[in-house]
């Protein structure tokens, strides 16, 4: 029995490490434009809305404002069949480090404060 059960867990990690070859390759490029983030702070709180606006897209990176605020330190991962998004805006409390994912034609992200300690979720959508 424990001989079994150590080739069913080898079999299992050997699963787990080997590539997946149906990984399909995404497009960053529909990230560009303007979007309507929803910064509501609970889910029963009154819409709060401002702009992400992604202006260009150069390989690995994006140029654009988020709040207003110029963004900084953009980078783009689409290794794992999603495109996913972090970047820095800062104003006079600190920095804010934002991360998405592109789930549809939406993005649901974070903002994390460190001069104002606080994370919050907040999601985004092209205005039609």
């Given at each position: 029995?424990?001989?079994?059960?150590?080739?069913?867990?080898?079999a299992l990690i050997?699963?787990?490490?080997?590539?997946?070859?149906?990984?399909?390759?995404?497009?960053?490029?529909?990230?560009i434009g303007v979007w309507k983030v929803d910064l509501r702070p609970t889910p029963n709180a009154p819409a709060y809305f401002q702009e992400f606006v992604v202006s260009s897209i150069k390989g690995k990176t994006f140029t654009g404002?988020?709040?207003g605020a110029p963004?900084?330190?953009?980078?783009?991962?689409?290794?794992?069949s999603t495109v996913r998004i972090a970047f820095v805006t800062a104003d006079q409390s600190g920095?804010?480090?934002h991360s998405a994912t592109l789930v549809g034609n939406q993005l649901e992200g974070l903002t994390n404060s460190t001069g104002r300690d606080f994370l919050s979720y907040w999601s985004a959508a092209k205005p039609k």
């Open positions: 029995m424990r001989i079994l059960l150590s080739l069913l867990s080898l050997a699963g787990c490490a080997a590539p997946n070859k149906d990984i399909k390759s995404v497009d960053p490029q529909g990230l404002t988020f709040y963004i900084e330190q953009a980078r783009i991962n689409t290794d794992w920095p804010y480090n």
